[in-house]
C-alpha cells in the first residue's frame, strides 16, 4: 500500500524522481570525451546507444543538453550544469565503493612449516609480524617433507634434505647449525671441561630424535670424534621431545640453534661446544617468483631479519 504520509517509507512523496542511472552515465562519458563514438567505445556500446540515451535524457529533462556539430558534441549551458553534478555525484560512488572494496578482508596465506620450526622458533614470532604486518593474515599448517602447492599451500618452509618439484621458487631463509644442548647445571657432568675446552662425557645421555637419526653421528663426523655408544641412549618420536628432553634434564640432546636460541638466550639450556654448519638450509618454498612488495614477499623479507643473530 502506498501512502502520502511524511514518515512513512512507503509515501509517493519520498520516491526520488531521478533520470535513468545508464543516460546519466552515457552521458558524462559523451560529455567527457565530446563524441559519442568514443563514449560507446569506452562503455562497450554502440554509437546509436549513446545517442538514444542522451536523447531520452533531454526529453525526461525537457532541455537540449548538446549540440550536435558534424562528428563532435558540445556541451550547453544545462549540460554543463548536469555534468558538474553527474561526475561529482559519480567520484562519491567510486571513492565508497573503492574503500568497501579494499576494507574486504583478504584470504590468508596458508604457510605450512616444518612442527618443531612452526613451535620452536616461528610461532614465538609471529606476534610481531603482525604487529608489523597487520593487513597480512597467515594460517599455520604443521607439515615435513614433500608436499604439494595444489593441496591449498601458498608457501612452505623446508629444509633442503629432499628434492623440490618443478617449478618451484625456493627463497634461502638461513643455513643450519647444530650442536649438543643440556641443562647448564649438568655441563659439569655431560661436558666437563678439559684443558679449557668441553668433553662429551661417556656417560652423558644421548637424546636422538627418529625424525632426524643421523644427527648425532654427523655431528661427531663434523668435529672428527669417535662415534661410540653411550650407555643410556633415548630416541623419542619427534624432533621437539628429544629438545623438551633436554630442557627437562633428561639428557643431551642434538640441536639446531635456530630451534633452541631462545632457550639458550633465556639459560634453559646451554650448548658447551657451540654450534657448527652442518651444509643444509632452510627455504621459503613458493609456486612462482615472489613479488617483493607482495604479502609473501613481506613475510621472506622478515623471516630473515628474524634469522640473524641479536645482541
Known amino acids: 500500500m502506498k501512502t502520502d504520509t511524511h514518515g512513512d517509507k512507503n509515501s509517493q512523496l519520498l520516491r526520488r524522481r531521478l533520470p535513468p542511472l545508464g543516460a546519466l552515465r552515457c552521458f558524462e562519458a559523451a560529455a567527457r570525451l565530446e563524441s559519442f563514438t568514443r563514449a560507446g567505445a569506452a562503455l562497450h556500446l554502440t554509437h546509436g546507444a549513446i545517442s538514444r540515451a542522451v536523447r531520452a535524457l533531454e526529453e525526461d529533462l525537457g532541455t537540449p543538453l548538446f549540440e550536435r556539430r558534424s562528428h563532435r558534441v558540445f556541451l550547453t549551458p544545462a549540460g554543463h550544469e548536469l555534468l558538474h553534478s553527474v561526475s561529482q555525484a559519480l567520484d562519491l560512488i567510486e571513492g565508497t565503493t573503492s574503500r ?30 603482525q604487529a608489523q604486518y597487520p593487513e597480512v593474515s597467515i594460517q599455520l599448517l604443521a607439515g615435513g617433507g614433500p608436499f604439494s602447492f595444489n593441496a591449498g599451500i601458498d608457501l612452505a618452509i623446508r629444509r633442503n634434505d629432499f628434492t623440490w618439484s618443478n617449478p618451484t621458487q625456493a627463497h634461502w631463509l638461513f643455513d643450519e647449525s647444530i650442536g649438543p644442548v643440556c641443562r647448564p647445571e649438568r655441563q659439569a657432568d655431560w661436558a666437563p671441561l678439559d684443558q679449557g675446552l668441553a668433553r ?24 672428527r670424534q669417535p662415534g661410540r655408544a653411550t650407555p643410556q641412549e633415548q630416541v623419542f618420536e619427534h624432533f621437539y621431545f628429544s629438545l623438551q628432553a633436554a630442557v ?9 640453534w635456530q630451534l633452541v636460541r631462545d632457550d639458550l638466550a633465556s639459560g634453559l639450556l646451554c650448548a658447551p661446544f657451540g ?8 627455504y ?28
Open 100 to 129: 568497501l572494496r579494499a576494507s574486504e578482508p583478504k584470504a590468508p596465506l596458508v604457510l605450512s612449516c616444518e612442527p618443531t620450526l612452526l613451535m620452536r622458533w616461528l610461532i614465538p614470532r609471529l606476534p610481531q609480524f
Open 275 to 282: 654450534f657448527i654448519a652442518d651444509d643444509s638450509a632452510y
Open 200 to 223: 662429551l662425557s661417556e656417560h652423558a645421555p644421548r637424546l636422538h630424535s627418529a625424525t632426524r637419526p643421523e644427527a648425532w653421528q654427523q655431528w661427531l663426523q663434523l668435529q
Open 248 to 256: 627437562a634434564g633428561l639428557g643431551v640432546a642434538m640441536a639446531p
Open 284 to 311: 621459503l618454498l613458493a609456486p612462482q617468483p615472489i613479488d617483493e612488495d607482495s604479502a609473501a614477499g613481506q613475510l621472506l623479507r622478515w623471516l630473515r631479519q628474524q634469522a640473524l643473530p641479536t645482541g
